[in-house]
């Protein structure tokens, strides 16, 4: 591959997380010549997603890249007398403090496997000092130890679609899903694609069904699960779904409702009625509170123009603005936590005012939610802009690693990275995820933590005629010092779990490791699976099946001065932040992309196939007088297949 390789680009890029993505996009997108690189074997970063098999050989790699020990010097051969190098780390330090726990039956045999595994042990547990964390693992039959993109499943979608506003871009469609998912992102198929300049939005309905789910059964089923490193929504009129449908990106995913909103309170996980049928059909409410409601809610979207409402509590937290404004303590709890989603201690009035309003006004768009969920998991988005990368001419290269960057001592910029196989290649930019930066670059950067767990679940935490929901619920903190947590439930209509189970995220800002931070929320939804209670029919709470926690490292928020003598030319994209949507990665690739690329537009959308000309072509030139000929006799020329852009079909 080395020898192949162009020792000369424009803008090279290591690492393929969303804002790397977004970026290399744009500039291939606006003819730059890009590489695209990275040392994983799959694309997304700490954004991508996995299948069962896939997630235990992450975490297989995870431990042995924590035990391994590179060194290679053959960089330095290549460095001149008037340069320097930045070396690049070789390991991933993002990822800390992992525990998995299988809870259900342990009925393993040897032909047991889903293709693609590595390992018939698929368990890992760390913290080997955590007496803890061996005795759970011991009562769950479990060792312990330190520690792609169109395909479809095989289950099939029969759900009648939402219809979408007019005026936008982003229709509902069906899906109908055959063939198997493969979610090892390198492997993953270019096949077909819709003909719409749209995302799917989907709503499955499927009659409730009670299955007892061994662990064979989530092995053999393993490629029907497509699990989110990172958990987040789309805002329907956020800035990524605008991205999305403006670049033309959209076509390359498929997107389904949040269906509900739910609240934890006293116990209780209830729904909340959020749009304007829901607060008038909603039993929850009295007649008072749902016109105190649309009252208060009414003033949100328009709280701007009204300042001398909330002008003396500015100051103060959301929470005790809300008190003053003639709210039941139930109505306080539903807008704080399932509407506005901000804490109940460091959001101050307007941030809570404007949360509100951005939620109200994502209402609708596609449904009675604000949020769209990409089926096949989050990890799907990084794939689709490194799509449109490689339709433009971008070179992408997994399993590629970078020793160091060269630069030069004069002039202080970067002229070229040195890869694994010695090769020198030049560039005029470099875009580099923060999580390659090595300790020396970084020695004053104070990271942040996220604290995740992922839950195989045989049930929902709110049950319904439909077992097909997707729900979130924000679980407000108990202890003075620790945050909220948000969990988000699947169901296996959005592609990211087999069915009669659910997939469960929780997250939220670390204060502790992940079990420590997010274990209490688990216990009060939920319980762990148990041969015994497998026979009873009267268990309250969903059982757990697996459970993974971790903690993320948050690079967000931090500052190009925090890093040590990075050259002017070098552009540092961070990793997941903490909240709930995607719009601090798409302002970050934005704004490094217009100090890459001034005055070019961002994104915008690919040409017409009538429009494609290829220089120096003849037959081209010939199709190019033919199509001023064309317009002349008010005729339409033929679309070009060449760079990737059918022609649309028929109706």
Not at 226 to 237: G, Q, W
Request: proline letters at 4%; hydrophobic letters at 35%; aromatic letters at 8%.
């Amino acid at each position: 591959m080395a020898d192949n390789l162009p020792s000369d680009f424009d803008v090279i890029v290591i690492g393929t997380g969303l804002p790397e993505s977004i970026i290399a996009a744009a500039c291939s997108r606006s003819g730059q010549r890009v590489l695209h690189v990275d040392s994983r074997s799959y694309y997304g970063g700490n954004w991508a997603s996995f299948s069962f098999s896939g997630l235990l050989s992450w975490l297989k790699e995870y431990q042995e890249n924590s035990d391994a020990v590179t060194e290679n010097s053959s960089w330095q051969a290549q460095i001149l007398e008037n340069e320097e190098a930045i070396l690049l780390s070789s390991k991933d330090k993002t990822i800390q403090h992992v525990e998995v726990f299988c809870y259900a039956s342990q009925d393993l045999h040897k032909d047991v496997e889903e293709a693609g595994a590595l390992q018939k042990n698929h368990a890992f547990v760390t913290s080997a000092d955590s007496v803890e964390a061996a005795e759970a693992a011991e009562a769950a039959c479990l060792p312990t130890a330190d520690a792609s993109l169109n395909t479809r499943s095989c289950e099939t979608l029969a759900e009648q679609t939402q219809s979408s506003e007019p005026e936008s871009s982003l229709a509902a469609n069906d899906a109908e899903a055959a063939g198997e998912k493969e979610n090892h992102s390198d492997d993953k198929a270019t096949e077909e694609e819709p003909s719409e300049n749209v995302p799917k939005v989907q709503d499955t309905t499927e009659p409730p069904k009670k299955n007892k789910i061994t662990y064979s059964q989530i092995i053999k089923e393993g490629r029907r699960f497509n699990i989110d490193l990172v958990s987040k929504l789309l805002y329907s009129r956020g800035l990524l779904i605008d991205l999305l449908i403006k670049s033309n990106v959209s076509r390359y995913a498929e997107f389904k409702n949040i269906t509900r909103i739910l609240a934890f309170r006293d116990g209780i996980v209830e729904q909340v009625p959020c749009s304007r049928a829901d607060v008038f059909n909603s039993k929850q409410l009295t007649m008072v509170e749902k016109r105190m409601l649309m009252k208060f809610l009414t003033f949100c979207m328009e709280y701007e123009e009204h300042p001398d409402e909330y002008k003396a509590y500015e100051e103060t937290t959301f929470s005790e603005y809300l008190k003053t404004q003639k709210l039941t303590p139930n109505l306080q709890y539903f807008i704080l936590h399932s509407i506005a989603m901000t804490s109940e201690t460091t959001s101050h009035t307007v941030d809570g005012l404007k949360a509100t309003k951005n939620f109200l006004h994502c209402l609708g768009r596609y449904g009675n939610t604000p949020f769209l969920f990409p089926l096949y998991g989050q990890g799907e988005l990084p794939q689709c802009f490194c799509r449109m990368c490689a339709v433009f001419g971008g070179i992408y290269c997994l399993r590629h690693s970078v020793q160091c960057l060269v630069v030069d001592k004069e002039s202080r910029k970067c002229k070229a990275m040195i890869d694994q196989f010695g090769q020198r290649i030049i560039s005029k930019h470099f875009v580099i995820e923060d999580s390659y930066l090595s300790e020396n670059t970084c020695s004053r950067v104070q990271y942040r933590q996220i604290s995740r767990a992922v839950l195989i679940t045989d049930g929902s935490v709110l049950k319904t005629e439909s077992d097909q929901q997707v729900s979130i619920m924000t679980v407000p903190a108990e202890e003075p010092g620790s945050f909220a947590v948000r969990v988000i439930e699947l169901c296996s209509s959005t592609m990211t779990c087999m069915k009669g189970t659910y997939l469960v995220h929780l997250t939220c800002v670390s204060s502790k490791t992940a079990r420590e931070d997010l274990e209490p929320v688990v216990q009060k939804l939920f319980t762990p699976y148990t041969e015994m209670e497998a026979e009873s029919e009267h268990i309250e709470k969903p059982r757990i099946l697996w459970a993974l926690y971790f903690n993320m490292r948050d690079s967000s928020d931090i500052g190009r001065d925090c890093y040590n003598d990075l050259p002017s030319n070098v552009y540092v994209c961070s990793g997941p932040d903490c909240d709930l949507g995607n719009d601090n990665a798409v302002k970050q690739a934005e704004t490094l992309f217009q100090q890459i690329c001034p005055n070019e537009d961002f994104c915008p959308a690919p040409p017409n196939p009538e429009d494609i000309v290829f220089d120096g072509d003849s037959s081209q030139q010939e199709a190019s007088e033919s199509t001023v000929i064309s317009e002349t006799n008010s005729e339409t020329p033929k679309g070009n297949k060449d760079l990737g852009y059918p022609e649309k079909p028929s109706k």
